[in-house]
């Protein structure tokens, strides 16, 4: 139950705060994607090998 509790809290409090910061969040977001991309192309490509 105490985890079911600290679940709800946590998400409250997380899309408040993405409430709060959505741009920074949206800035994050774009520089992430990239480094991501690059990277699951690279793990497909060496798993192909």
């Known amino acids: 139950m105490k985890t079911l509790i600290g679940g ?3 998400a409250v ?3 408040i705060g993405l409430a709060v910061w959505f ?3 949206l800035q994050l977001l774009a520089g992430a994607i990239p480094v ?4 699951g192309g690279c ?3 060496v798993s192909r090998v």
């Open 43 to 45: 793990l497909a490509l």
């Open 36 to 39: 991501m991309l690059l990277l």
């Open 8 to 10: 709800a809290i946590a």
């Open 13 to 15: 409090l997380g899309v």
């Open 23 to 25: 741009s920074a969040f």
